[in-house]
């Protein structure tokens, strides 16, 4: 298929539009019905088209994000469409409890709602004859509350619904790049480097929109704790996304000495070339991050917790960058399961921290500088002092120092043997 002449677009939107072929079916013989209840019920025509719209747009980010992640993994095998399938299902049930139980809690996480096309349904219910209390499961108290940068937007229908569309676009034109990328050079990285900045400042804006859903300082502080999490976990996708193979960093150190002389710099192929490393560019990614929410952390009305706040937000930040640095020097082993080595090992390095704590029971009240150098640092900031966060700072970027002086000696080695290999002796 890979060879086929008809460009990659196409062809998965044949796979989107004909693998589900039989669903499309049941859903158009259920339409006239579905569509005449809802008339009979009040609900206006435009109503019910913007919910088949916003329910099409989130079918399209799910098939590609389904279709990207069948290209990402291709090690799992069989497996895919269980974790895949198990993954949406658990998402759409939870996101939907959250949505028709109750108010909204207020956090970071509310953005991920945005991706239920059941948080357009009350909509739907107010335009009804029932009264208002009629569906409590479905009030429109749950938009109302909702706020992005303090603004209620989400209280117009049309600009609710025209921000729900906007989301889901902006989303799946990000996942069809991965596509087109992924499906013609399996071993290419799933994005580039310049396309993960725009995807890191379009994020970062975004999850920092629902921190300011209130005034009260103790709240904001856990709201940007979520955020903290939230950043980190999406730099970890990042990374995984940017560390090219083995082989292309073998072939980059091979080679790397023949862009200088096409007028390319070290720094330029580091940040923007398609084959390098990727620690400076995770770098590059978590400075957008801090430009976009550390000017915000010091607006905030926080008060008390201005200091503790930034201070732990660059120290995640700061620790996300030694995970890459980490894994980046992982993905030089020689062994065949190289991917499955570097995510092993990340994920032991978040989880057996926090493990330690719990069966030593370390708080972070009484060893604040232990916390640093975890996946929350931010956590421990409050109770912390200067000299404490002065010295994880300093022992963070001696490690990343290490850590990036051994990836450079480890891709001279493998720049070098490759080049004796093809010296004759």
């Not at 330029?268 to 550390?294: D, H, W």
């Not at 990340?346 to 926090?354: A, C, D, R, S």
Request: proline residues 6%; aromatic residues 14%.
């Amino acid at each position: 298929i890979r060879l086929s002449p008809q460009p990659a677009r196409t062809i998965f939107i044949g796979k989107i539009f004909g693998v589900p072929i039989l669903l499309y079916l049941v859903c158009l013989l259920a339409l006239p019905f579905h569509l005449g209840a809802g008339l009979l019920a009040g609900i206006p025509l435009s109503l019910i088209l913007a919910f088949y719209a916003v329910l099409i747009a989130s079918c399209a980010f799910f098939y590609h994000a389904a279709l990207s992640f069948a290209l990402a993994t291709p090690w799992l095998g069989g497996f895919q469409p269980w974790l895949g399938s198990a993954t949406v299902l658990i998402f759409v049930f939870y996101s939907s409890i959250f949505t028709l139980s109750g108010p909204n809690g207020r956090t970071p996480f509310d953005w991920l709602i945005l991706f239920n096309p059941s948080f357009v349904l009350p909509y739907l219910v107010k335009s009804t004859f029932l009264p208002p209390d009629a569906v409590r499961y479905l009030g429109i108290s749950q938009i109302f509350d909702l706020r992005w940068y303090g603004q209620s937007l989400w209280q117009s229908v049309i600009m609710g619904i025209s921000l729900i569309l906007l989301n889901f676009a902006l989303c799946t034109y990000g996942l069809t790049r991965i596509l087109q990328r992924r499906f013609h050079n399996p071993l290419a990285t799933l994005i580039s480097k310049p396309q993960s900045y725009w995807m890191m400042g379009y994020f970062s804006a975004i999850s920092l929109g629902f921190v300011f859903q209130t005034l009260e300082p103790s709240y904001i502080f856990d709201n940007f704790v979520i955020l903290s999490v939230f950043v980190a976990i999406f730099g970890l996708l990042i990374l995984f996304a940017l560390t090219p193979p083995r082989q292309t960093l073998q072939d980059w150190a091979r080679y790397r000495h023949l862009q200088g002389k096409k007028g390319i710099s070290l720094g330029k192929a580091l940040i923007f070339g398609e084959k390098s490393p990727s620690t400076l560019a995770m770098a590059v990614n978590l400075a957008i991050a801090i430009l976009f929410i550390l000017p915000a952390i010091f607006i905030a009305p926080l008060h008390q917790y201005k200091l503790a706040t930034a201070a732990g937000f660059l120290l995640a930040m700061n620790m996300i960058l030694v995970y890459a640095a980490i894994a980046q020097l992982l993905m030089l082993a020689s062994t065949n399961k190289r991917a499955l080595l570097a995510a092993t090992s990340i994920g032991i390095l978040i989880i057996f921290p926090f493990l330690c704590f719990a069966v030593l029971r370390v708080n972070p009240s009484q060893s604040p500088l232990l916390w640093f150098f975890t996946f929350l640092p931010i956590a421990a900031t409050k109770y912390a002092t200067l000299p404490s966060f002065a010295l994880a700072i300093f022992s963070q970027w001696l490690g990343l120092t290490l850590v990036g002086w051994q990836i450079n000696r480890q891709l001279n080695r493998l720049g070098a043997s490759a080049t004796k290999a093809l010296i004759p002796s």
